[in-house]
């Protein structure tokens, strides 16, 4: 019996990732597999239907201020949740909610969003001095490439590393509100403070600016 709920399993996850890699030949198994990572997806798409009220069924939000997690990295949505559990991020309601989902769950949860076809921008709010900044940086205020870190296309770098989020596609208005708080003080559970230091000396004209051209790709 135990055998054959293994192999019902398995099965079920062989089907998630196929569906997941057919829905865009550009992503490889593995790459999807990296991405979803120990989780189950099919378990998780149930599991995730309180999530799926704010962020949509296939991660995709309605809501600009309310963040796309379609294709996220599933060690990425991990590190959130748990970083609102503890405190290091604070959300009146997310903090509220991550506090109920136990790590068993949270794998599955976030390998089901991951399992999705990853957030696309419209391809417009292209700005010249935006896509210098995120290609190139400024080296006179130590600000590094954007694009070093989270893909020439907004996509991520690595699918296994929860520091280099997905940002290509994601909300305008929620690109906006990050960037503002990580320039003012008031989110900073980025690694080392990475994303304070990136956004210290950003204008306010400047993330405008970043805030279009990411969500576009």
Not at 76 to 101: D, P, V
Not at 133 to 155: E, M, Q, T, W, Y
Request: with cysteine.
């Amino acid at each position: 019996m135990i055998r054959t709920q293994y192999y019902i399993a398995i099965c079920l996850i062989s089907a998630s990732l196929l569906v997941a890699t057919t829905a865009y030949a550009s992503a490889s198994v593995n790459e999807v597999k990296q991405r979803i990572g120990n989780g189950n997806p099919v378990a998780g798409k149930s599991k995730s239907e309180l999530c799926q009220g704010c962020h949509g069924e296939f991660g995709l939000s309605a809501e600009d201020l309310i963040p796309n997690l379609a294709g996220q990295y599933a060690s990425y949505i991990a590190k959130q949740l748990r970083n609102f559990q503890s405190g290091a991020r604070k959300h009146e309601i997310m903090s509220a909610m991550a506090k109920t989902i136990s790590d068993a769950e949270l794998n599955d949860i976030t390998a089901y969003f991951a399992s999705q076809k990853k957030m696309q921008g419209n391809g417009k709010g292209g700005n010249a001095v935006a896509k210098n900044l995120f290609l190139h940086g400024d080296a006179k205020r130590d600000i590094p490439a954007c694009a070093s870190c989270h893909g020439v296309n907004g996509k991520g770098q690595a699918p296994n590393v929860a520091t280099y989020p997905v940002i290509g596609g994601q909300h305008k208005a929620y690109l906006h509100a990050q960037l503002a708080h990580w320039r003012d003080g008031e989110r900073s559970n980025s690694p080392n403070g990475m994303m304070n230091k990136v956004a210290k000396t950003l204008t306010d004209a400047e993330i405008e600016a970043l805030a279009g051209y990411l969500s576009g790709l």
